[in-house]
């Protein structure tokens, strides 16, 4: 198959799954999600075409399309050899756009429509070396590697000579971490315990009564995490998570506003004698939020977000300054296409940065992945090593002419049987 | 005229103004603006309607009225009663929208939309009342005026308790001050001295040339502040500032990456020693940013932006903290719309909560201002005090429909001269 060498189209796709009759994702905050995607296809000269999506929780998709859509001048016409060949400049490109910007900068719609376009280009790039993501990114050289990443703003955090630094120093092992994974391939990575996540927040006697089932059950040698989905005041975490603490969770996760670095240092200092950790991220929305986290020691467990960071370059910037501070990367999943993503930076991390197992897991949730034309398979509760070539690698056609909003059939019956109203 | 009682229809408008042809307001992140503002028309029941907007800088206004859009059935049909009765919660059941909420929270477009809506409500509401909207807010009692307020993530700075409090013990002087600014209307609120900016960061020795010529001018009475535009790293900044050091800067504005708090603590901290102080705050995207910024000392002025904020209730919400912190509230102006915006709230912060005309000031940009209802007006270099009811009150017909994008007479006329090529 010829390789290709310029994009010649980018669509768009409203992606929706009525979720929320099931409460399937439902948390404090987002009490009936219909989880979604903006789903990017980007068409070339050739037959391969690049896949991407950012993850989104139903009404609001049809924004980020408007944004993605609003990226197609920066997009369409490029040649591939001039985005792969200084893809960190690209990536600043999309981000830094004159009169874009301004509505960001680097955040929000803006940014998630950042995501969907640059994860749609390393699906494209992955494809087209006949690799998963994460063997295209582990074969980089550091040099290359590293030319990827936009690093302003990152200097009093982590400088491109010392990311290099860094993954030429964790270059030791790993040959034989590589090895481990291709062996791996199509088992699973580990065959580590089994570990639990309770939401907490909503009344705490409620929640001293369930963590004490909870540990009854699974007993104290298991991980049990929680999870309060932003729903507290800084000193209010740090009380309620005290009376929680004799059931020994491993972390508490978004115990308030995402955007309250301080707030989560506070706490974080505020938990430390009763040995629970803070775990963030999934709401954190780049680099420069993420180097102040590590550096207020606000966070413990760095929830990096495949599609809220600006796609693969910016994790790959988060991944390197968790590596610096030897702080453990546990990606966010669950949703729409991000269990499938996340697998790849998560193989990236043991082999080229983090180089330990150790205190690592990814979300998973079992459902939407057979819309998937590759799936994350699971295995004795691990994630196995994916091989197919790509990162995302594509929804299915039949999945999008069910569940395209508003027009997929799936919907149309839906509106049709009342069990649904049409938004707007 | 009978009073409206509840929204009848929600009408967004996408407004552009060529100012790229002239380069007005361009800088080192945005260097060719089209000045624009996605435009909210909230019609009544009654003759009276409401008129809001966010300031925009041209590409992407499009994808604001579309998340303006999607907050339509949060808007049309309810009862002002219900919205100017509990307008807290009704804050924030936009900003927590169950599930347009993933795509923030309360930052970037969805943010940005928001503070369109909310400011056409206040425009509404004061037009109502028949007052102009600083009147309208100083008026309140302080236990109305912090009802408006959404508190959650705010506790570690500012309480409702404290707030009622502090508006309380700057009752004191509050009938003078407000005497002063009735005595005052249609006068300049004081007779103060020239201020300058001067934009900074491209080539150091051109700065410091620049400088010299600019303080030979003006000589070292009247007060002078320099802008970098986010151009810079952390020690960067401190080391550029300290060779402009000698000639004297009230303070560096946004030196570094908007979000980065502890950033700018460094800069201020590493500043103070050659009296530089830090600026910031026009990118700065909620009350949860605000809040460590004023708890870090990583502002010493405290620039918010009308439109970035969630509207009055979030600006109110900052206006109070920074009172509490001792940090003057000089909010950024200029753009479309922003100057008419700002000194409703620079009025309100002098009667009610700083109290102090002190190192206060507003930005001002003579442009655009033709095309308003009720534009400001300036006197002897300073904003005259407002007396028309309302709060952006309104844009012109006219100027509607010339500018209204794409379908605006301006915008055809300069895509048939080929002026501009059409956006997508």
Redesign the interface.
Known sequence: MSLPTKITDLIVKDIRFPTSLEKDGSDA??????YSCAYVILKTDSKLQGNGNTF?????T???C??I??F??LVVGQKLADIFGNFGKYWQSLC?????????????????ATAAIINALWDLWAKMEEKPLWKLLVDMEPEELVSVIDF??M??ALTEAEAIELLKSRQTGKADRDDKIRKLAGEAISKGMERFKMKVGADVEDDIRRAKIFRETIGYDRLWMVDAN?KW????SIDWMKKLAPYKPLWIEEP????????HA?IAEGLKSVGIAVATGE?C??R??F??FL??NAMQYCQIDACRLGGVNECLAVILMAAKFNIPVCPHAGGVGLCELVQHLSIFDFISAGCSLENRMIEFADHLHEHMEAPVKIKNGNYVVPTVPGYLVGIKEGTIKQFEYPCGSEWQRMFADGTFEP??
Chains 1, 2 share one sequence.
């Open positions: 905050m987002h009490t009936a999600p219909d989104l929780n139903g009404r609001g049809q924004i980020v408007c944004a859509e609003a197609r001048k830094s756009e004159d009169q874009i910007r301004w509505l960001g900068p680097e955040k929000g719609v803006t940014h998630l302003r703003y200097d009093d932003q005041e800084v000193q209010e308030t506003n995402p955007d309250d670095i301080m707030g506070a709401h929305h780049n420069v939020m180097k102040q550096k207020a938004d707007v």
